[in-house]
């Protein structure tokens, strides 16, 4: 049997990372600013998240959400004090799509009604409804299609209100990420996220905040959407919440019912699972990661807005998008090869780069020193 080939890999093998770093399995050292794919937060084997892992192994585990799991309960608990957001309530799952997909589908439950506002630009995820709500079309077959998702333009507040003004009352939710990441790093303006807000709260319509990319910390507040002062309804989890164990998440406002069986999973919430994303939040905490998400972010924007030889550089914290004037895949191939530094990509010509929440004034420089030769 062979491995489908549904993905363009990077001619590189990872076999052992630490901190920022990786090497690959001739032994050359990566500064690893892409974290496979924004998953990586607190850092490649971090001890305290080693060490839990394998103890909570060591117990047990696993067990499904037919007994009690304690660990889950102190997961919720610091995930509201470090979120600020103590009075949600946390359903826990395995992926960033059926995050999303749970949250639609509550909101739909919740108000009985049936259509999705999405925005161009949008990734939520490949299952069902998650890549019908995705802007790209690729990623829907057939079978995924809908008349229930209406695409509006990102950050056009215009088109927003005339679509409530005629179905607000059809609509169920707006998913919305706080920065865009897959189409490559293009902020939900703060007067926009207000906006959603305002409308949703006079047509009866749920906000769920696709948080998956953009939360946790990256961009140096926990929920990116937090930039604009708004509570969503529904904050969606996962990447970085297990720094690299599938684990997910939603976290609920508590005006919503919760019934037996509306939601459910065999792996969400597992005790090894929850060892994970415990010890994530540990770390986060004991080493102020948002802190330094802000610090050295705002420092990589600062730096990189003074070459003018590129065409622009979005983002906040450690969420970075440098759009390169022409194609600028040989300038990611040359990071990589003659630099050794991964960064993620966004076509057609944005370099992404999402390192891990523990980079550092030094690790910004080595980058900053390579492009800048790059791009010479
Ligand atoms: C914003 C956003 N939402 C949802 C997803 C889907 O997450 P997963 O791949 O874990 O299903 C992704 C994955 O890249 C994402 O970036």
């Known amino acids: 049997m062979k491995i489908i080939e549904v993905y363009k890999r990077l001619d590189l093998e990872i076999t052992k990372g630490k901190g920022c770093f990786v090497w690959d399995k001739s032994g050359t050292q ?20 080693v060490s839990e892992v394998s103890r909570q192994l060591n117990l047990l585990g696993f067990y499904s959400n037919s007994v ?50 999405a925005f161009t630009g949008s990734f939520h995820g490949r299952t069902s409804l998650t890549a019908a709500a995705t802007n790209i079309s690729a990623i829907a077959a057939p079978v995924n299609e809908t008349t229930h998702v209406i695409f509006l333009p990102h950050n056009d507040l215009n088109a927003l209100e005339a679509t409530f003004s005629e179905m607000g009352n059809e609509i169920s939710s707006v998913i919305i990420e706080g920065i865009q990441g897959v189409s490559g790093i293009h902020i939900s303006q703060n007067e926009f996220l207000q906006k959603i807000r305002r409308l949703c709260d006079q047509y009866g319509a749920y906000l769920i905040a696709d948080a998956i ?50 939601l459910g999973t065999t792996f969400g919430g597992n005790p090894l699972a929850c060892s994970a994303a415990l010890a ?15 610090l050295i972010g705002n420092y990589l924007l600062k730096e990189l ?70 791009l010479a």
């Open 30 to 49: 990566y500064l690893d600013m892409f974290g496979g794919h924004a998953v990586i937060s607190v850092g490649h084997t971090h001890p305290h998240y």
């Open 213 to 262: 990319q953009c939360g946790y910390g990256r961009t140096g507040s926990f929920f990116s959407h937090d930039y604009s002062g708004i509570n969503a309804d529904i904050y969606t989890l996962a990447k970085g919440m297990g720094n690299g164990f599938p684990v997910a998440g939603l976290m609920i406002n508590p005006l919503f019912k919760s019934e037996y069986g509306s």
């Open 305 to 374: 807005r003074k070459f003018n030889n590129l065409k622009e550089v979005r983002g906040r914290g450690l969420m970075i998008g440098i759009e390169t004037v022409d194609e600028f895949e040989n300038i990611r191939t040359a990071l990589i090869n003659k630099h050794h530094i991964i960064t993620g990509e966004a076509k057609p010509n944005v370099i992404r780069l999402l390192p891990p929440l523990n980079f550092t004034y030094d690790h910004a420089d080595l980058f900053l020193t390579a492009l800048e030769k790059e």
């Open 68 to 117: 009690r799991i304690s660990i889950q309960e102190q997961i919720a608990d610091k995930l509201g004090k470090i979120s600020g957001k103590e009075n949600y309530n946390l359903f826990l799952c395995n992926s960033g799509a059926e995050a999303n997909e749970n949250a639609l589908k509550l909101a739909s439950y919740q108000n009985g009604r049936k259509k999705v506002v």
């Open 280 to 294: 994530v939040l540990n770390i986060i905490e004991e080493e102020r990661l948002i802190e330094n998400a802000n």
